[in-house]
T-cell receptor, first 114, second 113 residues
Framework: ETGVTQTPRHLVMGMTNKKSLKCEQH?????MYWYKQSAKKPLELMFV???????ENNSVPSRFSPECPNSSHLFLHLHTLQPEDSALYLC?????????????FGPGTRLTVT | GEDVEQSLFLSVREGDSSVINCTYT??????LYWYKQEPGAGLQLLTY?????DMKQDQRLTVLLNKKDKHLSLRIADTQTGDSAIYFC?????????????FGQGTILTVHP
């Protein structure tokens, strides 16, 4: 148990569906991250939120829409996805002021787009 | 930008030591990390080292840092079958305020009985 939870753990959705992934951290951190992990590819950083403000968007397609209502919660809204978006989506959090910046990860959401 | 490289596979016998190597390009990285990922799970932080240290030991884990060569290694003593997993090296980008990490592609460690 890392203090970062993600729901759902598994999600199967059609290309026309809309769904959301949820992440919650109980560590008092002030930064949260979304990563995509595909088979045989390096971990890809998608979005960074720092004190609820988005500070990085790594050229992610607009069919992925993040939302960070407060420092403890992070969402990833999904719509009209493609089969190549099937992957493990990982959320992480960290302290970004005066610390060693280590990130703590949730267990991930395994997404399958049919 | 920062680049982090790792060998893709390592196979060892149970009871032997495992050494996983990593090289990085950003000499201004202040912290370097090792993560473990078991099948179907997220990344678990194993340990990290501050860039002004050469070595850090934590039970069966030893981290060595050669800052001159930008080389990081993780040694696992008395490797067990439960250590079979993917191991990721990561570095924080120097000079940033939000702790962005760059990860290597991961080393798949297989431990044979």
């Amino acid at each position: 148990e890392t203090g970062v939870t993600q729901t759902p753990r598994h999600l199967v959705m059609g290309m026309t569906n809309k769904k959301s992934l949820k992440c919650e951290q109980h560590l008092g951190h002030n930064a949260m991250y979304w990563y995509k992990q595909s088979a045989k590819k390096p971990l890809e950083l998608m979005f960074v939120y720092n004190f609820k403000e988005q500070t990085e968007n790594n050229s992610v397609p607009s069919r992925f829409s993040p939302e960070c209502p407060n420092s403890s919660h992070l969402f990833l809204h999904l719509h009209t996805l493609q089969p190549e978006d099937s992957a493990l989506y990982l959320c992480a959090s960290s302290q970004v002021v005066g610390g060693s910046y280590e990130q703590y990860f949730g267990p991930g959401t395994r997404l399958t787009v049919t | 930008g920062e680049d982090v490289e790792q060998s893709l596979f390592l196979s060892v016998r149970e009871g032997d030591s495992s050494v996983i190597n990593c090289t990085y390009t950003d000499s201004s990285s202040t912290y370097l990390y090792w993560y473990k990922q078991e099948p179907g799970a997220g990344l678990q932080l194993l340990t990290y080292i501050f860039s002004n240290m050469d070595m850090k030991q934590d039970q069966r884990l030893t981290v060595l840092l050669n800052k001159k060569d930008k080389h990081l290694s993780l040694r696992i003593a008395d490797t067990q079958t439960g250590d079979s997993a993917i191991y990721f090296c990561a570095c924080n980008a120097g000079g940033t305020s939000y702790g962005k990490l760059t990860f290597g592609q991961g080393t798949i460690l297989t431990v044979h009985p």
